[in-house]
């Protein structure tokens, strides 16, 4: 067989949590957590989506915004999930970790912390960029100047703010749980065996991730709000608000083309969001991919994918 493949497309993703990885694959999730005692607990779920399989949530464009809230919802739900593991409180882990996964109260917890997350993003990437921009617009005539200005203060903002929180110690080892996910991922479509050997070898750049798709909504909005200017100060913040969903929209249709393509225009777009993720992955350690392999397993057969992606027999698995 061949050692350098092409990547395929395998449809399952997932997220670094505390002391874990998450994989989903279609409405069925796992979660991996290196206990406190060295075991791993993987918990399997589905999760069928805030609007579930109705038609107009997978429409192009729009459903771009549901995948993104989607996200924020699962991400909160298995990040508690990982946390509770961890929490010095005088219940054990496993009823702690039971707590966690329902309950009306945890539902709108988890709510009102998704929207206050998504406000404070608004704000940090969308708003304070604008508001510096336009602070210096009182000096700097040019219009299209001032423009640009706006986009390159919010790329550095972006920039700046995964830099300083990798700096954290639990944000590195959050790193390096995420450079695992990617890792298994790449191995997998690949068309390499999912083994630990095989993991540690593989790239902790993955052109699907959500890094990229958040360097996409920036960039994007940074187009966009380029070519749509208006003069009433009122009305420029409304636009950047109600724009939102359609940069995240967009963002969304360029991710998906480029985890399905490989040709040179898709390597060209997808490499600052490549570069960016030098900066939220790190390397794993072995414990890490055993971890991240038990999430894969649990929810995607790779055997039966490698077989007929890769032509593989069962003896060489």
Same mark, same amino acid.
Request: glycine residues 6%.
């Given at each position: 067989?061949?050692k350098?493949r092409?990547?395929?497309?395998s449809?399952?993703?997932?997220?670094?949590?505390?002391?874990?990885?998450?994989?989903?694959?279609k409405?069925?999730?796992?979660?991996?957590?290196r206990?406190?005692d060295?075991?791993?607990?993987?918990?399997?779920e589905?999760?069928?989506?805030?609007?579930?399989d109705?038609?107009f949530?997978?429409?192009?464009?729009?459903?771009g915004v549901f995948?993104?809230?989607?996200?924020?919802?699962?991400?909160?739900?298995?990040?508690?999930?990982?946390?509770?593991?961890?929490?010095?409180?005088?219940?054990?882990?496993?009823?702690?970790?039971?707590?966690s996964?329902?309950?009306?109260?945890?539902?709108?917890?988890?709510? @009102?912390?998704?929207?206050v997350?998504?406000?404070?993003? /608004?704000?940090?990437?969308?708003?304070l960029?604008?508001?510096i921009?336009?602070?210096?617009?009182?000096?700097?005539r040019?219009?299209?100047?001032?423009?640009?200005?706006e986009g390159?203060?919010r +790329?550095? @903002?972006?920039?700046?703010?995964?830099?300083?929180?990798?700096l954290?110690?639990?944000i590195?080892?959050?790193?390096?749980?995420?450079?695992a996910?990617?890792?298994c991922?790449?191995?997998?479509?690949?068309?390499?065996p999912?083994?630990?050997k095989?993991?540690?070898?593989?790239?902790r750049q993955?052109?699907?991730?959500g890094?990229?798709f958040?360097?996409f909504?920036?960039?994007?909005?940074?187009?966009?709000?380029?070519?749509?200017?208006?003069?009433n100060m009122?009305?420029?913040?409304i636009?950047?608000?109600?724009?939102?969903?359609v940069i995240?929209? +967009?963002?969304? %249709?360029?991710?998906r083309?480029?985890?399905?393509?490989?040709?040179?225009l898709?390597?060209?777009?997808?490499?600052?969001g490549?570069?960016?993720?030098r900066?939220?992955?790190r390397e794993?350690d %072995?414990?890490? /991919?055993?971890?991240a392999?038990?999430s894969?397993?649990a929810v995607?057969?790779?055997?039966a994918?490698?077989?007929e992606?890769?032509?593989?027999?069962a003896?060489?698995l």
């Open positions: 067989m061949a350098n092409q990547a395929q497309y449809g399952i993703g997932g997220q670094a949590v505390l002391e874990g990885v998450m994989m989903k694959n409405t069925k999730y796992a979660v991996a957590v206990k406190p060295g075991d791993i607990d993987v918990q399997v589905e999760y069928q989506g805030v609007f579930g109705k038609k949530a997978k429409l192009p464009l729009i459903r995948a993104f809230v989607d996200s924020l919802v699962l991400g909160m739900r298995v990040t508690m999930h990982s946390a509770s593991f961890y929490e010095e409180e005088e219940e054990t882990t496993e009823e702690s970790a039971k707590k996964s329902g309950g009306k109260a945890d539902d709108i917890m988890m709510g @009102i912390t998704v929207a997350s998504v406000v404070i993003a /608004v704000a940090l990437f969308m708003l960029p604008f508001l921009s336009d602070l210096l617009g009182k000096y700097i040019n219009a299209s100047l001032v423009a640009i200005l390159v203060f +790329i550095l @903002i972006f920039v700046g703010y995964i830099a300083a929180i990798s954290m110690k639990d590195k080892r959050l790193y390096m749980y995420h450079g996910e990617h890792k991922i790449n191995c997998i479509e690949r068309g390499r999912l083994t630990v095989n993991v540690m070898r593989s790239s993955h052109k699907r991730c890094t990229s958040l360097l909504v920036v960039l994007v909005s940074v187009v966009i709000f380029f070519f749509i200017r208006v003069d009122a009305l420029k913040l636009l950047r608000l109600l724009l939102v969903p995240a929209g +967009i963002s969304y %249709e360029i991710i083309l480029a985890g399905r393509s490989n040709n040179v898709i390597r060209i777009i997808s490499a600052p490549m570069w960016t993720q900066l939220t992955t794993p %072995e414990d890490m /991919v055993a971890v392999i038990a894969v397993e995607f057969d790779w055997k994918y490698l077989e992606t890769f032509g593989y027999e003896e060489d």
